[in-house]
């Protein structure tokens, strides 16, 4: 499966009664396309896959697929407890994805090899290759990505852990394998921020919530970090993504957060996060569109 491009993590947006807006979904995701997404990523991180139920995983991924149509690998979202990320892997596949995505397993910290159990169990739910997400409880070692590794179904590695020597060794260890098909993936809050240190591990691709949320911006950088343009992918750094960065370190949660917030400033009614996350407050919005607007200024908008 290949990735060439920004991958595009789309938010799921909610109407006022709470329910999944099927339309304003529809209309996020092919709004992006025309920019050149690598992939599309339904009821992952940033779509708040932790607060969706099955049957709205199954309607958020049904309808990326049936807007996509082809055009790029579609990833949906499998992770929490086994039964339920066992359950979004069924539904994903029925729903028409190319891939899964998994996330960690709920609350329980297990050792090594229950971890590649768990990645195991998930990828023998469907007939969809799988991508180890590696963060928060769910820590791999390169021993087992390895071992991952051997299993043709699991096609790839997103590192959202920020370890660099960990992810390094991972990196060597896969490719020790033989596996040429192996996709690498820079995982972490805001990708871009740490991406010029990522490709020289080896690790190319990285997820992209800001594209999400502002795509000329996210375009731009990408092309600047395809051509080589250091200068202009620095600007972008400076004036955009670092001072992104600083206000999303205020709250917890707020990498999902200001993108939506982003997406309702440009005029799409997507919606409120749900709990446990927190909508930005008034200030938060003020400072939020300045710095958009920065950002834009910096893409040539």
Do not use: W
């Not at 979904?25 to 690598?38: A, Q, T, V």
């Not at 086994?82 to 994903?92: E, K, M, S, T, Y």
């Not at 490719?175 to 240190?197: H, I, K, P, V, Y």
């Amino acid at each position: 499966m290949k990735f060439d491009g920004v991958l595009f993590f789309p938010v799921t947006p909610f109407t006022p009664e709470g329910a999944v807006d099927v339309d304003v979904l529809k209309e996020h995701i092919s709004s992006r396309l025309p920019f050149g997404p690598g992939g599309v990523f339904p009821a992952c991180g940033t779509g708040e896959f932790h607060a969706l139920s099955i049957e709205e995983v199954r309607t958020v991924v049904t309808a990326a697929v049936e807007i996509v149509a082809g055009k790029v690998p579609v990833v949906a979202g499998a992770g929490g407890p086994l039964g339920h990320a066992i359950a979004a892997a069924r539904v994903a596949e029925e729903a028409g994805a190319d891939a899964l995505l998994v996330l960690p397993p709920y609350l329980v910290t297990g050792p090594t090899e229950g971890l590649v159990a768990y990645i195991e169990a998930v990828a023998d739910a469907s007939s969809l290759p799988v991508i180890v997400y590696h963060r928060g409880n769910a820590k791999f070692t390169a021993a087992s990505m390895a071992q991952l590794a051997t299993n043709p179904k699991v096609i790839g590695f997103k590192d959202g852990l920020g370890d660099v020597g960990l992810a390094q060794e991972i990196v060597s260890a896969v490719r020790a394998t033989g596996r040429e098909d192996f996709a690498l993936f820079n995982g972490l809050l805001t990708a871009e921020l740490s991406q010029g240190a990522y490709r020289g591990l080896g690790i190319p691709l990285y997820s992209s919530a800001a594209f999400a949320m502002a795509p000329e911006i996210a375009k731009a950088y990408y092309d600047a970090y395809i051509s080589g343009d250091e200068e202009r992918r620095n600007a972008l750094l400076e004036g955009f993504y670092a001072q992104l960065v600083q206000l999303r370190d205020e709250t917890p949660g707020f990498g999902v957060s200001l993108i939506k917030a982003g997406l309702r400033l440009g005029g799409l009614a997507v919606g409120p996060v749900r709990p446990p996350l927190v909508d930005p407050s008034e200030d938060q919005l003020i400072r939020l569109k300045a710095i958009l607007a920065k950002g834009y200024e910096l893409a040539g908008r």
